[in-house]
């Protein structure tokens, strides 16, 4: 009798307890009810059966509250590779990525990516027929990371989509896929003429990594194009080729460009070069002629160091907590959750909001003539003063500190729909974030999500995001902004 408790002493780090039977585990689930923790639907999902799934499913049907039920869709990953419940499963996430509650749809949508590739008909059909645009941007973002292995007959459905930023990707994955160098070409130029501004993008996207014989004379005419979309990703696409025609490129464009423009250029130059000529078109040019040409370019990552920032005149005038602003089409996004209400750091006679509205003015009242500008402030919901960008005349910058003075706290931190209004004007160059917290009762509370997400809205934008968060550092919203060329700031 010794020796056998001696051996299960011995065994016991390497027991595990047995499943319970899944009709057990959801009772509990029923006579929890919206209590029910997110733990017992994780039980239910590692025991990757069909009868877990069922229970799962049906025990799904005693959570009322929506969150909840967000949270136990996470549990439905364990199904993936699970030969004759799998499928099961990816018909059930499918039948909620269209409901009609659209919460619930998103997050359905979220989870069915985690099912790959066995959802992957599932995410083109969504991405084609999702009733809305983020269901669509969310099956897009899969596909897009799991790079597009697609079939010509679903790239040229997606291609002919009225979804702006669905017919991007698939119009730029059709056009990867030709084997045919000489129509690849042919395609690529022809788009970059098109009337379309998603097909002049989509050439110029390609034109990274395609050498056709026009190539740096197309992105220069791209850097001028109409529509500022166009212009940026110009610009980001002669920064990643790293070519002394990329620079040459960009130094024929500053004597034309416009300030916002300039700033951006310089500091892609200062990046690839090293050196610090700010905007001066005239020293960028003398220094072309006399050595640029023969200039090794770093690779990749390896910043070329220097001070960033305009000069000769283009130096800011504006800043925001101490960042100066050089965009000349900006979108504020302001927390104005119930928490801002709270001291300012070691000033106990000024809360969080009080000073962000001072910030707010200083910056409005900075504004050149010839910016552009919206204010998003977001609570329990985000709402845009203007819907659109507006010229910053004495006129509206008087209405916009009138609207400053009047925004009120509200419970909740909806951030992914501030983004999604942040978006709404293509003329937006930079973003600039300001929150003291995570997404609360927000539409997506998934950070990590909301962050590749808007990082996928953004591939036919180059908008930069700065951020900058109040009384701790938001790892998610560094990441944010450092993939869209953003910088991050905390401030106490």
């Known amino acids: 009798m010794l020796g056998l408790t001696v051996l299960a002493l011995v065994l016991s780090p390497w027991m595990q307890d047995p499943a319970r039977d899944p009709e057990a585990v959801l009772q509990d689930i029923r006579a929890a009810g919206n209590d029910a923790p997110a733990k017992l639907f994780e039980e239910l999902g590692k025991q990757k059966t069909a009868q877990a799934l069922d229970a799962l499913i049906e025990g799904l049907g005693a959570i009322s509250k929506v969150d909840k039920l967000c949270k136990a869709y996470e549990s439905f990953h364990h199904f993936g590779g699970v030969n004759g419940v799998e499928e099961d499963a990816i018909d059930y996430l499918m039948g909620r990525a269209t409901s009609s509650q659209e919460k ?4 359905a949508t979220l989870r069915l990516g985690e099912l790959w590739p066995a959802a992957k008909g599932s995410l083109v059909e969504l991405a084609l027929e999702h009733a809305t645009a983020d269901g669509r941007s969310i099956a897009m973002m899969w596909l897009v990371e799991k790079g597009m292995p697609l079939s010509a007959k679903q790239l040229n459905k997606l291609a002919r989509s009225k979804d702006p930023l669905v017919r991007y990707e698939g119009l730029l994955a059709r056009t990867a896929q030709e084997k045919d160098q000489a129509k690849r070409f042919k395609s690529i130029l022809k788009m970059s003429r098109a009337r379309d501004a998603i097909e002049r993008l989509v050439a110029v996207e390609a034109l990274r990594t395609q050498a056709l014989p026009e190539r740096f004379a197309l992105l220069f005419a791209a850097l001028g194009d109409a529509d500022p979309r166009v212009n940026r990703k110009a610009l980001d696409c002669l920064e990643a080729i790293r070519l002394p025609a990329s620079l040459e490129t960009m130094i024929h464009r500053l004597p034309d460009a416009d300030v916002g423009e300039t700033v951006r ?21 003398r220094w072309w002629e006399k050595e640029g040409a023969t200039l090794v370019i770093p690779s990749a990552g390896a910043d070329g160091g220097g001070d960033s920032g305009g000069a000769d005149g283009h130096q800011s005038s504006a800043s925001f907590y101490g960042l100066p602003i050089f965009a000349q089409h900006l979108v504020f996004a302001v927390d104005t959750s119930d928490s801002m209400k709270q001291p300012a750091g070691s000033d106990r006679y000024s809360t969080r909001i009080d000073i962000a509205k001072g910030e707010l003015r200083k910056a409005i009242e900075a504004f050149p003539k010839s910016s552009t500008f919206d204010i998003v402030n977001f609570g329990k919901s985000a709402w845009s003063w203007k819907e659109e960008l507006v010229s910053a005349t004495s006129k509206t910058k008087k209405q916009a500190l009138a609207h400053v003075d009047d925004l009120q706290l509200s419970w909740g931190t909806e951030v992914y729909i501030a983004l999604r209004e942040a978006f709404c004007d293509p003329r937006a160059d930079t973003i600039l974030l300001l929150t003291d917290g995570d997404p609360q009762l927000s539409l997506l509370q998934d950070r990590d999500a909301m962050r590749r997400l808007v990082v996928q809205w953004n591939r036919t934008r180059h908008t930069t995001i700065d951020c900058i968060t109040i009384g701790t550092n938001r790892a998610w919203l560094r990441k944010l902004a450092e993939a869209t060329g953003g910088r991050y700031r905390r401030i106490e």
Do not use: E, M, V
């Open 104 to 107: 619930i749809a998103l997050h």
């Open 265 to 285: 250029i310089a500091d892609a130059l200062r990046r690839l070069t090293g050196l610090s000529l700010g905007a001066n078109a005239k020293a960028w040019q």
